[in-house]
C-alpha cells in the first residue's frame, strides 16, 4: 500500500528557512499536495507539485522528485504564527482516487 | 458558500453506544472522505466515496459504516462505540482527481 513517512518534530526560529521532507512509497500517483493545521483547527491545503521541480507560493514552496519518491516543503521567513504541523498528501493514480496523507511534522518556531 | 459542513463539533458517547457523524457539501464534489487524527498518528483514512452510491474502507474501517446516497452526504456511522474511537474526526471532499481537500471542521468523540 501506499505509506508516506515524515520527520516528526522539527524546530526553527523566527527569520529562518525551514525543510519539511517528504518520503513515500507508492505505485502512482497524480501528485504531491501539502496542508497546514494549526492546533484544534482543520488541514488548509498550501501547494501542489504535478510535475517534478519546485513550486513557489509566496514564503512557501514545495518540491517534487519522482526518481527519488521524495518532496519536500520549504518555509521562508518564519514567522510566530508558521507554527502548526503540517502534512504531505497523495491521490492514488491506480483508480481507487484515494487520498492518502502522511504522518505529519510538527513544527515549533521559537522567537 | 458552506463548503464542507460537519456535526457535531463536540460529542460524548458511552461505551457500546451508537451514532452518526455528519457531513455535507454544497461544492459537487464526487469524492468524499473520513479520517481520525489521533495524537502522533497523523490523518487515517477509514471510508471514502468517489459517488453516489459507491464507497470503499481506507486504512482504518473497522467499527465504522458509511453510506453515499447522494453526491452531497457523507454520513460515518459507528455501530458500538469503544474507548479506542475516541478521536478527532474529519470530512474532507475534492473532485476526483483534485489537487486539494476541503475539511469540515472536525468533531471531537469521546468514549467513556
Known amino acids: 500500500g501506499q505509506s508516506l513517512e515524515q520527520p516528526s518534530e522539527v524546530t526553527a526560529v523566527e527569520g529562518a528557512i525551514v525543510q519539511i521532507n517528504c518520503t513515500y512509497q507508492t505505485s502512482g500517483f497524480y501528485g504531491l499536495s501539502w496542508y497546514q493545521q494549526h492546533d484544534g483547527g482543520a488541514p488548509t491545503f498550501l501547494s501542489y507539485?504535478?510535475?517534478?521541480g519546485l513550486e513557489e507560493t509566496g514564503r512557501f514552496s514545495s518540491f517534487l522528485s519522482r526518481s527519488d519518491s521524495y518532496g519536500y516543503l520549504l518555509l521562508q521567513e518564519l514567522q510566530m504564527k508558521d507554527s502548526a504541523s503540517y502534512f504531505c498528501?497523495?491521490?492514488?493514480?491506480?483508480?481507487?482516487?484515494?487520498?492518502?496523507f502522511g504522518t505529519g511534522t510538527r513544527l515549533k518556531v521559537l522567537a | 458558500n458552506a463548503g464542507v459542513t460537519q456535526t457535531p463539533k463536540f460529542q460524548v458517547l458511552k461505551t457500546g453506544q451508537s451514532m452518526t457523524l455528519q457531513c455535507a457539501q454544497d461544492m459537487n464534489h464526487e469524492y468524499m472522505s473520513w479520517y481520525r487524527q489521533d495524537p502522533g498518528m497523523g490523518l487515517r483514512l477509514i471510508h471514502y466515496s468517489v459517488g453516489a452510491g459507491i464507497t470503499d474502507q481506507g486504512e482504518v474501517p473497522n467499527g465504522y459504516n458509511v453510506s453515499r446516497s447522494t453526491t452531497e452526504d457523507f454520513p460515518l456511522r459507528l455501530l458500538s462505540a469503544a474507548p479506542s474511537q475516541t478521536s478527532v474526526y474529519f470530512c474532507?471532499?475534492?473532485?476526483?482527481?483534485?489537487?486539494?481537500?476541503?475539511f469540515g471542521q472536525g468533531t471531537r468523540l469521546t468514549v467513556v
Open positions: 474532507a471532499s475534492s473532485y476526483i482527481r483534485g489537487t486539494e481537500a476541503f
Open positions: 498528501a497523495v491521490r492514488e493514480a491506480s483508480g481507487t482516487y484515494k487520498y492518502i
Open positions: 507539485n504535478a510535475l517534478d
